[in-house]
């Protein structure tokens, strides 16, 4: 490779690292994802030469490349992802990103399958260079098959655990089997294809197998550990063909895949293996969230609510995924200016796994232009909740759900929540007494602090905010 191809590689390296860094803040998302971007097409330009010509060059080495073929291909891809980006709805994101993810997966596999057979058939290849492209393919192929199951789940499709006795038992052997074809064919020469395809077809059944187990609701984690497995089977292709930007890319993706898994399991208080083994959200629940919960339920409607809001010292706002399903972030928005403009202090608390992704409210209210320092989270408001007047929850369910401290028999038990029960008046506002993602009862519903505004959160927050402008 030569240095002027190095140094690019590496330049975009950099601004891989960078744009990840400005992605940490609402503030600077935008520019870190232009420049991540930039990155990738200086990648793809530095990669051209690199096909041609030159000592390493992928045409030397007996590759038949065509470039109209590769051109083709940018621009369907461009054009899938523009439409995409444009039309997806927020609440869609999620979906958005299984879906691109199984395709980086699923690329990642056919690039390491392709690169073994050749180098196989030539008899050209290395214990070390097997192993890795083995790797590749099949963490490649079981996150393709694995985000397509979590993309469905997502979807509404086939949305509850789907356990049966012995499946992990199942799962195991196939992981086997695989790993058997794996090391049998470290040490293969030349012409056993049928084993190459028997495992790549045993990998994306396994993605399947991993998958179908867990609930919709936890396909978030699953989706941050299938993008780890991907960037993971990108480094070790770069690792293969040669390739800098792959492997550093690869790199990122794969630990900062894996550190978000990790933290949204930390902000759910359940280990990773709870949420691959667990069936998370099959409507289980524990004696108590099933029997029901002490106390009764009082509905209150949008002018007492205005008024309790009008007249209070502090407000503290609680959004979750409702709020995203309402699409009510500039309602919010204007609820918290007519407060404001009273004299009212208001904050909104946000929940680490509120909504359906990591930053969900954060990117619904930064939409809405809500002040950035009007945003709390979880650990910094808590200790002063009880001295909230008024907690607004909208479309929030599990994240205040205090059965997470009270009940030790709920699925959701020792998981960290915003104290909304704390407050003075808790105002919840949601459409019916339905759960929320985990399947469980909410005691924050029959305390006795709290009112239930019922109806569509946009809805609501309208009357809300022309109550609150009568007044
Ligand atoms: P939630 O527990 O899923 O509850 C959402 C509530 O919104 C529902 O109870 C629903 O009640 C209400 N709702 C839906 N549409 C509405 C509308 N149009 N207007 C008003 N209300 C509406 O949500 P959450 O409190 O945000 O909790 C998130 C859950 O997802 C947690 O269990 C979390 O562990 C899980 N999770 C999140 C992530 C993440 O990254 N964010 C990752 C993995 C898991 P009605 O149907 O009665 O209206």
Not at 42 to 52: D, K, N, R
Not at 321 to 340: I, K, T
Not at 347 to 365: D, E, K, S, T, Y
Request: glycine share 10%.
């Amino acid at each position: 490779m030569s240095s002027s191809i190095a140094l690019t590689y590496i330049a975009a390296a950099v601004l891989f690292i960078l744009g990840i860094k400005f992605l940490s803040s609402p503030k600077t998302a935008r520019y870190g994802n232009l420049l991540a971007a930039f990155g990738m097409l200086i990648a793809l330009v530095a990669t051209i030469p690199l096909l041609g010509t030159g000592e390493t060059s992928l045409l030397k080495q007996g590759w038949n490349l065509s470039y109209t073929l590769m051109v083709v291909g940018i621009v369907i891809g461009l054009i899938i992802g523009a439409i995409g980006a444009y039309s997806v709805k927020m609440t869609a994101m999620p979906q958005m990103v299984a879906a691109f993810n199984g395709l980086g997966g699923g690329s990642a596999a056919l690039v390491a399958s392709l690169e073994f057979l050749r180098r196989a058939q030539n008899q050209d290849i290395t214990a070390f260079v097997a192993v890795t492209m083995l790797f590749a393919t099949l963490i490649g192929s079981l996150s393709f098959s694995g985000s397509i199951i979590a993309f469905l789940k997502l979807e509404g499709k086939f949305e509850k655990p789907h356990t049966f006795p012995g499946q992990n038992l199942l799962n195991g052997l196939i992981l086997a089997v695989i790993l058997g074809l794996c090391v049998y064919l470290t040490g293969w020469v030349a012409t056993n294809t049928t084993a190459f395809v028997v495992m790549f077809v045993l990998a994306l059944v396994f993605g399947v197998a991993m998958v179908m187990p867990i609930g919709g609701a936890d396909m978030p984690v699953v989706i941050s550990l299938l993008n780890s497995f991907t960037g993971l089977a990108v480094a070790a292709d770069g690792f293969t063909i040669n390739n800098i930007s792959m492997i550093v890319a690869g790199t990122l993706v794969g630990s900062s895949g894996t550190l978000l898994t990790l933290l949204m399991c930390r902000a759910m208080n359940r280990p990773v293996t709870n949420v691959l083994f667990g069936a998370f959200g099959s409507g289980g629940g524990g004696p108590a969230a099933a029997a029901g919960v002490a106390g009764t339920v009082k509905p209150i409607q949008a002018d007492e609510a205005a008024l309790l809001l009008a007249y209070a010292q502090r407000v503290v706002i609680v959004p979750g995924y409702g709020m995203a399903v309402a699409q009510a972030q500039h309602q919010v928005r204007e609820l918290s200016d007519e407060l404001g403009k009273r004299g009212v202090e208001v904050q909104f608390a946000i929940h680490p796994v509120a909504g359906r992704m990591p930053g969900h409210m954060n990117v619904l209210l930064a939409e809405a232009n809500v002040p950035y320092d009007q945003l709390q989270e979880m650990e910094a408001i808590n200790p002063s909740m009880d001295r909230v007047d008024v907690c607004l929850v909208i479309g929030a369910n599990d994240v205040v759900n205090p059965a997470a401290r009270e009940d030790k028999s709920s699925p959701i038990y020792g998981m960290p929540i915003i104290e909304a029960d704390h407050a003075k008046t808790v105002i919840v506002m949601k459409r019916s007494m339905a759960k929320g993602f985990a399947g469980i009862e909410n005691h924050l519903f029959y305390k006795d602090n709290t009112r239930m505004l019922f109806g569509d959160a946009k809805a609501s927050l309208n009357a809300l905010v022309a109550a609150v402008k009568a007044n």
